[in-house]
């Protein structure tokens, strides 16, 4: 972490989008960028196809984007100034579509996560409009920040956080259409206190910083809780947004209580990844003997 800012300024862009408006969501992240170069952030990030809406079905094709596409110009110009990540539909090179967050710096596209894990049970229905992403992989900012991108259901996956913290990443991002189900204790519904935990958990068992942004707003019957939040290597929530209300916020990642964290609790270098990789692959050929 030489060189690296001991603070970084995190945007939470709690936002609701336009179902399937790409260019009047455009001008909502414009304006939330905007906002948040005023407020000397380093980063904001925005929640899973924050771009496009969530319940598309049969507009999905109508609503992809290409890196290149010229509606990102503005949004990808904003970068000079601040790290962005934002979440829509990608249309790959093979026309397959995938639920992809993307990352924009220096004025341009500099890197994307294709959702791996895509629901279909409940409500959802996601494997029936997108193809599964195939990798997950940390990368360093210029900020010097190593990054890790994931979406939604690719948090609920153990494994997920755990390879990109130990390929480098020590933000993990987590972009939600995090849904309002069932009540549980607290007086809240059973789906935000089982968000709430995961996204602790996620952040002491990686001993990483979490930034989980998650988007408001009703679509076609869905309910978007928000209460998007900064979590400490610690599991302490940091800051934390309103349930339900359009909102900005920032957090604050302090370098110094993450070098703190990570020497002492040594959980990442203390994992022992020769034992992982026979175990995954003795189940990975007992599946096969199945099939």
């Known amino acids: 972490m030489k060189g690296t800012k001991r603070n970084l300024k995190i945007a939470f862009a709690q936002f609701a989008c336009v179902l399937a408006d790409v260019e009047a969501n455009l001008e909502g992240h414009i304006r939330q ?17 924050s771009l496009t809406g969530y319940s598309l079905k049969d507009a999905t094709y109508d609503v992809a984007l290409t890196t290149d596409d010229p509606r ?5 110009a904003l970068s000079r ?5 934002c979440g829509g539909v ?11 967050l993307f990352y924009f710096e220096g ?3 500099a890197r994307r996560h294709r959702k791996v894990y895509l629901p279909t049970y409940g409500v959802f229905e996601e494997e029936r409009y997108f193809s599964p992403g195939a990798r997950f992989r940390a990368f360093t900012t210029k900020e010097r920040l190593g990054m890790g991108l994931l979406i939604c259901e690719d948090a609920w996956h153990p494994a997920s956080g755990l390879i990109l913290a130990l390929d480098g990443a020590s933000l993990l991002v987590v972009s939600a259409n995090g849904l309002t189900r069932g009540m549980g204790g607290e007086d809240k519904p059973v789906n935000i206190l089982a968000w709430e935990t995961l996204i602790k958990s996620l952040a002491i ?8 942004v998650n988007r408001v707003g009703v679509e076609d019957g869905l309910i978007f809780w928000g209460g998007s939040a900064l979590v400490e290597p610690s599991g302490l929530i940091q800051v934390q947004a309103p349930y339900y209300e359009e909102t900005q916020i920032i957090g604050t990642m302090d370098m110094l209580r993450l070098r703190h964290a990570r020497t002492h609790t040594t959980l990442l270098s203390d994992e022992r990844l020769p034992v992982l990789m026979d175990e995954f692959q003795r189940l990975n050929q007992k599946n096969k003997e199945y099939d």
């Open 81 to 85: 100034d601040i790290g962005i990540v």
């Open 205 to 212: 068992t990686t001993t990483s910083y979490v930034a989980f």
């Open 33 to 49: 960028v905007e906002q948040a170069i005023a407020r000397e952030a380093d980063l904001i990030i925005f929640p899973e196809l």
């Open 90 to 100: 990608e249309l790959g090179k093979d026309n397959s579509l995938y639920n992809t």
């Open 72 to 76: 990102l110009k503005k949004l990808s």
């Open 107 to 109: 004025g341009k596209p």
